[in-house]
């Protein structure tokens, strides 16, 4: 009886170390096949996300991506026949990740060698800009806007210092910001970019069609619409992530100017200029940076060279942008 009952026993001792041992197993494999939440919860943190390229920001052309973006942009232009400053101020903001809303507005002072010195405000300027990247490394970007015709200088008997101010502004900024110093005009644009952006470099292209209807002023701008035209190209190199230098071969062309033409003077029609210069690239938090530049521009041929009949411009710029 004894025997039996201690068979019994063993019997029982047998069977609960099955039962434990079954218990561990299905335990284990309970863990192998947990949620994946729960496994990547517990597995080392993911790589970080790749680095974005550097991009060398162009001077007088259109930033490539859609940003949260306010800009100081000031030049200062000297020339045989007059000084000129326009201060311009630029605020972008993006209502989708690529699409920005962009303000624009200036003020701009210019003193001729002979006559009255002036001060005018300039036109205000409304658009929207699309950014599309094409691949890792090309991207493309599309604008379309419109200049506001409400600068000072304008309309029918216009104060004479402010309008040659104005005048002034548009050699001021290389040809490249005609629309914002033709008083009488109101001017719908479209315009396009595509660049290659990696390995420390940026090769940028841009195109923009300008077309000024006339608003006012009839007495004083005769031309009821004018057609402008305008190139750029920018290249920019890193040597270092805090500092770029890059350098912009610009063109303008007027497809229709009544006014130019009248006067047959070949010159007037269009405009080379090359600018150049460093950027620096601060980097305040996550999202905030501050990236100042100056550059120097030089007319290449009439009107604005150093040819004989040129004006001989030579253009310092201090930008300072700052992203947030």
Not at 59 to 83: C, E, F, G
């Amino acid at each position: 009886m004894r025997s039996q009952k201690s068979g019994l026993v063993r019997r029982m001792s047998l069977l609960s170390c099955g039962v434990v041992a079954c218990l561990s197993i299905a335990t284990s494999a309970r863990a192998e096949t947990a949620s994946p939440a729960a496994t990547e919860a517990s597995a080392p943190t993911a790589a970080a996300k790749p680095t974005p390229p550097r991009y060398s920001m162009p001077w007088l052309m259109r930033p490539l991506a859609a940003a949260n973006l306010v800009r100081l942009d000031m030049m200062y232009a000297t020339s045989k026949v007059t000084d000129t400053l326009p201060i311009l101020v630029l605020g972008s903001y993006k209502i989708r990740p690529n699409l920005a809303a962009i303000v624009r507005l200036g003020i701009i002072h210019n003193k001729p060698a002979t006559g009255e010195a002036g001060t005018s405000l300039t036109n205000g300027a409304l658009g929207v800009l699309y950014a599309l990247p094409i691949t890792t490394n090309v991207k493309s970007s599309f604008f379309v806007g419109s200049t506001i015709p409400f600068g000072q200088g304008g309309g029918k008997d216009p104060d004479a210092a402010a309008r040659a101010a104005n005048l002034a502004g548009i050699f001021a900024r290389a040809s490249m910001d005609n629309a914002l110093f033709q008083m009488n005009y109101l001017t719908p644009m479209v315009g396009a970019d595509i660049g290659y952006v990696g390995n420390d470099m940026t090769v940028q292209l841009e195109a923009t069609m300008l077309e000024l209807i006339r608003v006012r002023g009839e007495s004083v701008d005769k031309d009821a619409t004018r057609t402008n035209l305008m190139f750029a190209m920018h290249a920019g190199y890193f040597p270092i992530p805090q500092l770029s230098f890059g350098a912009e071969l610009r063109y303008q062309v007027w497809l229709s100017n009544g006014t130019i033409e009248k006067k047959n003077d070949a010159k007037l029609l269009d405009n080379w200029t090359f600018g150049f210069g460093p950027r620096a690239h601060f980097k305040l938090n996550e999202k905030m940076w501050l990236r100042p530049g100056v550059s120097l521009t030089m007319g290449l041929d009439s009107p604005t060279g150093f040819s004989g009949t040129g004006s001989e411009y030579k253009l310092v710029q201090v930008d300072v942008p700052f992203f947030f």
